[in-house]
């Protein structure tokens, strides 16, 4: 049985007007646990959609997914996500914001504060736990996203975008920081990005999606994420063999949209 199961999964929305979109259609998955999975695909193709259903955050028209056994129909605090941007309380301190998932379990504040202090160790904000999140770059900000989604001790962590809004190198720093964290946790991490260098290093596997209907294109086993996690990310992007893949990927997407394109023309 594979830790994540998702089985003929399908999703169309009606529209107000009449008609509607077949945002996923019937897409079957076996995710393994601890694996880092990587999802990239024109604008359209179901991403988030796919990502929302697995949050529990949207029901799908048909289809089943399960973690561990237990189909999953509604959020969870063994699923967490993290998005591009926000979902953060802004006025809060970042101390505030990384507890408030064991707060609302009621966990007592010694215990609590163990987790905070930890968390904060691993994604390098120690220094201003007593800041209040609006007063941060949006890098860090990012970094207090992720604390926070660990600090529930997720099983799998879902994540839309989540460095799609910062700039190249903090960008860079904080692949890194996902690459650590998926070593050193051994969480299951799904994350859905646009750029296709994200993608090769941040994915052991790799989803291409097409759109209308969404479905999985093409599958990749990369190596690139174990090797950053030994060694160095630039040296990784360097490799011939990075390059040939990331070239291959673009020119599939790319022909994606022209059809797209044209298909909007027609
Ligand atoms: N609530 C909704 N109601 C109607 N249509 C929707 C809804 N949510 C998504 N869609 C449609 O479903 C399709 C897939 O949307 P989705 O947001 O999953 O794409 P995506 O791959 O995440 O795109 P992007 O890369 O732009 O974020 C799109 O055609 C979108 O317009
Ligand atoms: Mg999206």
Redesign the pocket.
Known sequence: MAFLSIENLS?R???PKGG?????EDISLAIGKGELLSVL????????????ILAGF?AQTSGKVTLEGREVTAPGPERGMVFQKGALFEWMSVRRNVEFGPRMKGMPETERNTIVENLLDTVGLHEFKDKAVYELSGGMQQRVALARCLANDPDVILM??PLGALDALTREKMQGLVLNLWKKTGKTIIL?T?SVDEALLLGERLLV?A??P?RIHREYRLPFAERAVAGDLREVKDDPGFAHTKTEILSMIWEMEEQIMSGAEA
Do not use: Y
């Open positions: 999703m929305f009606d529209l509607h979109v077949q945002a996923l695909g024109p604008s359209g193709c179901g991403k988030s959609t796919l990502l929302n949207l839309d975008e859905i646009h999606m759109p209308r969404g």
